[in-house]
């Protein structure tokens, strides 16, 4: 979420429902093409749990569009360990991006 579909701020300010967070160029249409194409977006964030109601309020009123959000990831190293399918083809990948760079140029 911060850093990656909103620029990242800090973490004091996470808890306040009426944070306005500051939308990537190109999130709102990327999150649209995904969505038409019939993907699933699930939103992992490092963010407590605690914050979650503030930060379903600040998605809605940044027009987020997800399917699902995922609290509670901390700051470290996240590694996501999958399966293939029975012909090969892997079931998950993971894309890096810089801070703030946005989505806007991802090809899936």
């Not at 306005?20 to 995904?34: I, M, Q, Y």
């Not at 699933?40 to 309020?57: D, L, M, N």
């Not at 990948?93 to 801070?99: E, G, Q, V």
């Amino acid at each position: 979420l911060d850093g990656t579909l909103v620029k990242h701020c800090n973490p004091v300010e996470i808890q306040d429902p009426n944070l306005k967070l500051e939308v990537l160029k190109g999130t709102h249409e990327k999150l649209r093409d995904w969505d038409n194409k019939g993907y699933t977006i699930i939103i992992t964030t490092g963010r407590k749990e605690s914050a979650r109601p503030a930060t379903v309020k600040q998605l809605q009123r940044a027009g987020i569009l997800y399917d699902a959000l995922i609290m509670g990831f901390g700051g470290g190293e996240r590694i996501l360990i999958n399966d293939r399918k029975t012909d090969g083809t892997p079931t998950a990948l993971a894309i890096n991006l810089p801070r703030n760079s946005g989505v806007s140029e991802i090809e899936i």
